[in-house]
């Protein structure tokens, strides 16, 4: 009897491993749908990023020529890329977004105590993308010439959210008190990238660019950015730890694209006293590669 029980063991064992591997792949992503919204803030303890500087786009030339449609819609890779941006819509629902939000007041994720060591850190993707000047540019084009304080926002409320890291002993660092900024921290500059999350609020945000000028100086066209959605991919969101379109993140980034600090959320006086620590740091990290 033992042995009869010996023997069928490893068959149902084979079975049963056949089964997880022949699942369905909507079943995997039923399961994440049922999930619990985010309930509390999570620490960013390690580097966060690519491990390598990666460009999302090329010319529209280079992945919509003749030769290359047949792959974009029917190639194996291009319906592989479909499903999962399917998947990861389904998975962050607006209504799981939301509830995230107001559980965690924004606070996706909080910062890291410092600042990340240079040969520690990891990579912000490139792009390239709309500015304020009307022309595309990349992004590490820009980033190369100072470290940057940059705000990544899909919402009006992650605009907010972002925006409220540069209010600073009753200056606001962002508009009316940008020279005293770059007078305090010559070696940094700050970077803005709207990622709209439709293409309604795209074009939206295209009928209201004489207003967003307004609102800055024109030396800071250059480094106001407009991404579409689609640009960046899931994984890539997931790694950069921005893929709650409700709120705001802030990243400080160093001339060579690494990402040296991380934030999400509205300010706390403690973040804000810690950001601005930070900055001061990096500013003499600056100083001290100059000599």
Same mark, same amino acid.
């Given at each position: 009897? #033992?042995?009869?029980?010996? %023997?069928?063991?490893?068959?149902?064992?084979?079975?049963?491993?056949?089964?997880?591997? #022949?699942? =369905?792949?909507?079943?995997?992503?039923?399961?994440?749908?049922?999930?619990?919204?985010?309930?509390?803030?999570?620490?960013?303890?390690?580097?966060?990023?690519?491990?390598?500087?990666?460009?999302? $786009?090329? /010319?529209?030339?280079?992945?919509?020529?003749?030769?290359?449609?047949?792959?974009?819609?029917?190639?194996?890779?291009?319906?592989?890329?479909?499903?999962?941006?399917?998947?990861?819509?389904?998975?962050?629902?607006?209504?799981?977004?939301?509830?995230?939000?107001? $559980?965690?007041? +924004?606070?996706?994720?909080?910062? =890291?105590?410092?600042?990340?060591?240079?040969?520690? #850190?990891?990579?912000?993707? *490139?792009?390239?993308?709309?500015?304020?000047?009307?022309? !595309?540019? %990349?992004?590490? &084009?820009?980033?190369?010439? /100072?470290? !940057?304080?940059?705000?990544?926002?899909?919402?009006?409320?992650?605009?907010?959210?972002?925006?409220?890291?540069?209010?600073?002993? +009753?200056?606001?660092?962002?508009?009316? &008190?940008?020279?005293?900024?770059?007078?305090?921290? #010559?070696?940094?500059?700050?970077?803005?990238?709207?990622?709209?999350? !439709?293409?309604?609020? +795209?074009?939206?945000?295209?009928?209201?660019? %004489?207003?967003?000028?307004?609102?800055?100086? =024109?030396?800071?066209?250059?480094?106001?950015?407009?991404?579409?959605?689609?640009?960046?991919?899931?994984?890539?969101?997931?790694?950069?730890?921005? *893929?709650?379109?409700?709120? +705001?993140?802030?990243?400080?980034?160093?001339?060579?694209?690494?990402?040296?600090?991380?934030?999400?959320?509205?300010?706390?006086?403690? &973040?804000?006293?810690?950001?601005? /620590?930070?900055?001061?740091?990096?500013? /003499?990290?600056?100083?001290?590669?100059?000599?």
């Amino acid at each position: 009897m #033992s042995a009869t029980r010996l %023997s069928t063991r490893p068959f149902s064992t084979s079975l049963h491993l056949l089964q997880q591997r #022949s699942q =369905p792949r909507f079943v995997n992503t039923i399961k994440e749908v049922s999930k619990p919204a985010q309930e509390d803030s999570y620490e960013i303890t390690r580097p966060i990023g690519l491990v390598k500087p990666v460009l999302l $786009n090329h /010319k529209l030339s280079d992945t919509y020529s003749i030769s290359n449609i047949g792959e974009e819609l029917f190639g194996a890779q291009a319906k592989e890329r479909r499903q999962k941006n399917l998947d990861y819509d389904i998975k962050h629902s607006p209504i799981y977004d939301i509830k995230s939000f107001q $559980n965690t007041n +924004g606070k996706i994720f909080r910062p =890291p105590i410092s600042w990340f060591k240079q040969d520690k #850190s990891l990579y912000f993707p *490139d792009f390239i993308a709309k500015t304020l000047t009307g022309k !595309s540019n %990349s992004l590490y &084009d820009i980033l190369s010439n /100072k470290y !940057s304080i940059v705000r990544l926002y899909s919402t009006v409320t992650g605009e907010q959210c972002s925006k409220s890291y540069f209010k600073v002993d +009753g200056e606001d660092y962002y508009t009316t &008190d940008y020279k005293k900024f770059t007078e305090k921290f #010559s070696n940094f500059q700050i970077i803005d990238i709207n990622m709209p999350s !439709s293409w309604i609020k +795209g074009f939206i945000l295209n009928l209201s660019l %004489s207003n967003l000028r307004k609102m800055i100086s =024109p030396e800071r066209y250059q480094n106001y950015f407009m991404l579409p959605l689609h640009i960046l991919p899931p994984e890539i969101r997931e790694q950069l730890h921005c *893929d709650n379109q409700c709120t +705001g993140y802030i990243y400080i980034i160093d001339s060579t694209g690494k990402i040296r600090w991380a934030t999400s959320g509205y300010s706390t006086p403690e &973040d804000l006293q810690l950001m601005w /620590k930070v900055v001061r740091g990096l500013e /003499k990290e600056a100083n001290q590669q100059r000599k």
